[in-house]
């Protein structure tokens, strides 16, 4: 914004502009407060100094009319605070539909990042100008800290669970990210760039950088290998496991009585702590899958049931090996990007 504040970063995000209205009003109101206190204090003071040492003060009683305006006010002030940082954390932390799905894993001491086409990068990040990105995190070993000063985008990464975070870039350039959660030695030197480009800049990189399975074929491979379409076949084969086409995005109800929505984060407890919530109906008899498979594994394998639309064949067997780029689930490298 006002590049005459050398300490606020460049805006260049959508968001950037309402964090910090949100950040100078509190500042605003912070400063105000301080300046009139500390006025009216020095002014007391010497307005009111002891003259001799003989001079009593005169007794002061209370007055509602005062304690009133002075309740009331602040009340007033805490409140716009309250609901006006409560509309900005919701707007930043909920992500919209329509969004780009990019994969992050942070690790002791770098970012690993996947595109829903399949393109891998090490702390670098290329995205397009304008379109909404959301970003599935999670980390391999201790907290780290994904934050993006440009687009005032920042949250942790969490051992065990997934954190969502989106944003949209508003002009190309390179920005600064780092890691905003001391993590151990390397700490320091664990940051990397943002890349926005301009669509059809963005277009040809992705293009120039194909030969990577994308993560729901490589889940799909592993579904296979790891065999969970024996149970989990398209109609919940021999009715061990609840068929998981066409499930994503829509409610589970539990043999506790309680539903959940069926989201990363359920996905994942349920590969890793299959027994932690179990859906009516089905018996308590799947194996976990902790210490078989990575981070990276369980995104490839969360890729794959997104990637099945109701109905979809779940074929019992691994096919043979097939060749990146022809059509597969969540393969067509346009699909989310227009
Ligand atoms: Cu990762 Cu600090």
Known sequence: ????????????????SKVDALYFYLSGVTLFFTILISATLIFFVIRYRRRSPYEIPRPVAGSHKLETVWTIIPFIIAMTMFFWGATVYFQQYKPPENAIEVYVVGKQWMWKLQHATGQREINELHVPVGRKIKLIMTTEDVIHDFFVPAFR?????????????????????????????????????????????EPR??????SGNTGNTTPAVAGQQLYQTLGCASCHGPNGEGGRGPTLAGAFGGP????????????????????????????????????????????????QLIAYIKSLHA?????????????AGTAQPGASPTRNLR
């Open 1 to 16: 914004m006002q590049s005459w504040i050398p300490l606020v970063p460049e805006q260049a995000s959508t968001l950037s």
């Open 153 to 197: 985008t920042k949250a942790d990464v969490v051992p065990g669970r997934y954190q969502t975070l989106w944003f949209e870039a508003t002009k190309p350039g390179r920005y600064h990210l780092f890691c905003a959660e001391y993590c151990g030695t390397n700490h320091s030197g664990m940051t990397g760039s943002v890349i926005v480009m």
């Open 201 to 206: 800049e963005f277009d040809d990189w992705l």
């Open 252 to 299: 589970a109800n539990l043999e506790s009585g309680q539903s959940v929505t069926i989201d990363e984060g359920y996905i994942r407890e349920s590969i890793l702590n299959p027994q932690a919530k179990l859906v009516k109906g089905f018996g308590p008899i799947m194996p976990t899958f902790q210490g078989q498979v990575s981070e990276d594994q369980l995104v």
């Open 311 to 323: 109905g979809a064949e779940i074929p019992a067997r691994a096919p043979g090996p097939s060749p």
